[in-house]
């Protein structure tokens, strides 16, 4: 079964910028439209950014014009851009298939944005 793992995470202050990295095994995430989820403190999990096979992007409201997402199909790994971070974007941050699948969530990667 194919397996994503999440890392880049950490604590960043205000403004700063942090890369996420999903490094996927056992399935190539060229052939499939991807996304970046979070779920912050108290609340319910969240789309972030999605990617299609094709190459399209989509991004929630609150990250549009700060966050990218991409991938390196020779590297097997999607990422996450985040630059000009917000203390409402503290969350703990996935990757799996769009629409989510069951058998993709991860442990994920915190990322804490305070000063």
């Known amino acids: 079964q194919g397996q994503l793992v999440e890392s880049g995470g950490g604590l960043v202050q205000p403004g700063g910028s942090l890369r996420l990295s999903c490094a996927a095994s056992?399935?190539?995430?060229?052939?499939?439209?991807v996304g970046w989820y979070r779920r912050a403190p108290g609340k319910q999990r969240e789309l972030v950014a999605r990617?299609?096979?094709?190459?399209?992007?989509n991004y929630a409201d609150s990250v549009k014009g700060r966050f990218t997402i991409s991938r390196d199909n020779a590297k097997n790994t999607l990422y996450l851009q985040m630059n000009s971070l917000k203390p409402e974007d503290t969350a703990v941050y996935y990757c799996?298939?769009?629409?989510?699948?069951?058998?993709?969530w991860g442990q994920g990667t915190q990322v804490t944005v305070s000063s």
């Open positions: 990617l299609s096979s094709g190459g399209n992007t």
């Open positions: 056992g399935i190539s995430i060229s052939l499939y439209h």
């Open positions: 799996n298939k769009w629409p989510a699948s069951r058998d993709y």
